[in-house]
Structures are given as C-alpha cells and as structure tokens.
C-alpha cells in the first residue's frame, strides 16, 4: 500500500496525562489483512502542551512523525516526543493516519517522565532504549480514555433561560436503558460560527427555546430533545433533563430527537451545520468518550448491531439510518460513523 498524502485519520485521542511526562510514544497493532501493511503507511499527528496554556501558546511543540521502520512485536511503534527544552507537558492531542480499510486492534500511549539525562539525537534505536531502559516509566492505557467526560451541567450553561423550567417540569423524565446511540447534527450555522464557547452555550440555549417553547413556531415539548450536544470545543453539554444520569445504578432518560426511536437511543448532537466538513477533533473526541463512558455502563459493543423498532441498526448510527426523512447528521459525520465506532471500542478495551 502505498502512502497516500489524503488517508484518513483512523484514531484521535486527546486528554490530560497523570503524569508530567517529557517522553511519548504510541504502540498499536492493526487487524491483519490480506495487504502488507508497512510502517511509513501511518502518521502520527500530535501536539503536546501543558493543560492552562492555549494550544498556541510558545510552550507547545507538535509535528508529524512515522513509525520505526521495524515493526515491534508485529506491532507499530511512533515515539514522537521527547521534550529538549526541558519543560514537561500534560497534556496531549494525537492521531493516527493510515491507509483506508485498515482496523486497529490496540492502541498504547507510553508517556514517561525521566529523570535523567535526555539524549538529543532523535534516532530510532536511541529511541527505543530511551522507552526500556529510563527510570520513571509511567504506561497509560488507552482503557482509561473511557472513563465519565466532563458534562457541563444544565444549570451551568442555563443562563437566562427561565429558572423554573430547569427541571422540566412540562415533561416529567421517563427512563429506558439505552440499547443504541443515534448522531445528530443540531443543523442551522456552521460550527465555524461559534468563535467561543460562550457562543456554543448560547446557540444551546437557542435550541433549548425552539424544542422546549412555542416561540417561533417551536416544538413545545418543554425541554431540549437532544440528551447531550457537543461543540466546537469539545464541550459535552447535559441535554434532556436526567437526574437519574449518575445515580447508582445510573438511567437513561427518553428524549426527543428521532421520533419512534427516541426510547433506548442516546442522542448525541454535534453543535452545528457539518455540509462542508467533519466537527473538529476536539468535538468527536470528546464524543467518542462520552459514548464510550455510556456504552461501558451498559454493556454494549460499540461495533455491534441490534435489532431495534423492527430496524437492525448499528449500535452507534446515524438519525438517517432509522429511516427518518432527513439527512441528519450530514454526509461528512456519516462517512465517519465506521472510525467512530472503531474509536470508541478502542477507548473500552
Ligand atoms: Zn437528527
């Protein structure tokens, strides 16, 4: 196979390590299949910061870099930082291109932090004994990527919105535990369009007027159909009122957002019009771990399909896949639904 500048990326993760580290690396083997698959087939993206500084602020480094040549282990390993200014980060933003078709099966991220000397010449078997042979060797499991994101709280990004409809009290929550998740796109503006997330919150609040309210010629249900939005930034907003969503055991409240399929289906709706592109990575990755999150919860195997209203769908699929008259979430979040899934089984294992 042969590297094609355009390959999609096939995995994104981004967070917040445990440790300061000034040593990374990614490991990941791949599903075999019938085509070789060769090292300099993948890159590596990845960007590396400390969590209070701006992704463009001097502290930052990032690139773009190749597997070893040698396979590991029949696996593929990138090292793709070791910091020589001498300031540790915590934080990292990192994807995987490679060629179409191919599946990953795991993927490691090894951040380090050592303690001694950092040698500055980049080559590969240096390396390699920097990963094995260093004092200080913390391993992060890409596992831990699916624990609960941060969901910001309906009385958080409430605002002015009237304080005694907080709770919903139009449409008390009725509960059924999920079996599926449908992807939605909130549709009207470009997601461009939110310059901050101040905005984001305010285009949230308009959707919550419109579904909950029979201002212009608004639904009325009397709350927000969608049970989580996503925006621009990453941002995971708690739609439908649920205060069952963390109790123990946890429940999933009935929305409205696809109809005859709203009972056993969390809607997660990217903020915004995805006609020309895909959200931003920090939206569907904070997406894919918000579905990861629920589907651990409830068992579910997010490559899997099941059988729901008399419809097989995917356990993670797009609205337009019920059948419903509407090209929600768009062609670009659609074409994508494959590596989402394919993502969000990675951050489970
Ligand atoms: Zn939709």
């Known amino acids: 196979m042969a590297k094609n500048e355009e390959d999609p990326a096939i995995f994104f993760v981004e967070g917040k390590s445990p440790i300061l580290y000034n040593y990374a690396a990614l490991y990941w083997t791949v599903v075999e299949t019938d085509n070789q698959i060769r090292p300099e087939d993948f890159t590596v993206v990845y960007g590396s910061k400390i969590a209070e500084k701006d992704w463009d602020e001097s502290i930052t480094t990032s690139g773009t870099v190749h597997p070893l040549s040698e396979t590991r282990n029949g696996g593929f390993l990138a090292p793709f930082h070791a910091i020589l200014d001498g300031k540790p980060r915590d934080t990292f933003a990192i994807s995987i291109s490679g ?9 490691t991220l090894i951040l380090a932090h050592h303690f001694g000397e950092i040698k500055t010449q980049a080559a590969k078997n240096e390396s390699t004994h920097l990963l094995t042979d260093s004092v200080g060797v913390n391993t992060v499991g890409i596992s831990a990527l699916s624990a609960r994101p941060a969901i910001i709280s309906r009385a958080s990004w409430w605002g002015s919105l009237p304080s005694g409809e907080l709770n919903s009290p139009r449409w008390p929550p009725s509960y059924k535990n999920i079996t599926h998740a449908l992807i939605h796109h909130t549709g009207s503006a470009p997601h461009n369009d939110q310059p901050t997330p101040a905005v984001a919150a305010d285009w949230v609040r308009s959707i919550w007027r419109w579904h909950a309210t029979s201002t212009s010629g608004g639904h ?9 939005i996503v925006d621009r930034f990453g941002n995971i907003y708690h739609g439908r009122h649920n205060p069952q969503l963390d109790a123990s055991p946890p429940q999933d409240v009935i929305g409205a957002h696809a109809g005859v399929f709203n009972a056993g289906t969390m809607g997660v709706s990217f903020l915004g ?17 918000l579905l990861a999150w629920r589907f651990r919860l409830r068992g579910l195997d997010p490559l899997g399909q099941a059988i729901i209203n008399n419809r097989l769908l995917f356990r993670i699929a797009g609205h337009r896949d019920t059948g419903a008259a509407t090209v929600c979430p768009g062609d670009h979040i659609t074409r994508y639904l494959p590596t989402m899934r394919n993502n969000v089984a990675l951050r489970m294992r």
């Open 99 to 107: 060629p179409e078709g191919v599946i990953l099966r795991s993927v």
């Open 220 to 228: 009325n249900w009397g709350d927000i159909g969608y049970n989580f």
């Open 273 to 289: 019009l995805f006609d020309a592109g895909l959200p931003s990575s920090a939206a569907l990755s904070s997406a894919e771990q």
